[in-house]
């Protein structure tokens, strides 16, 4: 199937072609809260909706979540989070960090959640804050569930450039509670040439970033997402 190009206004017009090509993928457009925690929360509630009716066993029990200013540096990433996170039996993985908060906690960025524990009602939900699963993560500690340790970034799986959304939001809401934050300035997670990574990664795929390729972008998403229906 062939895509023309598209009009890319903002990003909600690519979201939308995308989930026209792929009718698994599902947008949810937030016009006023546009926080994180608020993404988070209704990510959770349009898939509840998308499932209503569906028998229990085939309902899907693992949230991903995944910042926009992530890239994928190892094609395995998802098979290799998913079977830690079935392997350890965790209801939680991510890549944790210690020492900034009282209980071990990883970035908002990029993890991996059970469902069924997020929805436990002495389990807290996302919040609008700097760290807005932390709470969720202590909860989870707190009721004694396993966690398990992924090294998403430092294992060379994904990278994730940091500080995009404060960016963002110091140019587009400058209202907004993220523009008030001093450090908005990438930070790749302290990976070691990150930048240079990053922008490599970049180069390697401009001609597909330009405008009138919009079109051969989604038709070649539409097909990566087709191939990780069997994970």
Known sequence: MKFPPIDLKCGKHFCRALASARPTVHTV???????????LRSGVAELARVEEGLPAATRSNVLLV?????????????????????ASGAAFCGELRHGLYAYPEAQASFFALRRDAYQRPDVAPFVHHGAPAYWTQRSLWKAGLPVADFPSNHGG????????????????????AYATARNHQPHFMGIN????????VEARHAEMLIPENEGALIELLSSRLLSQRDL
Do not use: K
């Open 193 to 200: 040439d990150g930048e240079a990574i990053w922008a490599a």
């Open 157 to 176: 799986y994904i990278l994730h450039r940091g500080r995009s959304g404060v960016a963002a939001t110091r140019e587009y809401r400058r209202h907004d």
């Open 66 to 86: 995944c910042d926009t200013d992530i890239i994928f540096r190892n094609a395995d990433t998802l098979r290799d989070l998913a079977y830690t996170l079935e």
């Open 29 to 39: 457009e937030n016009r006023f809260w546009v926080n994180h925690a608020r993404g």
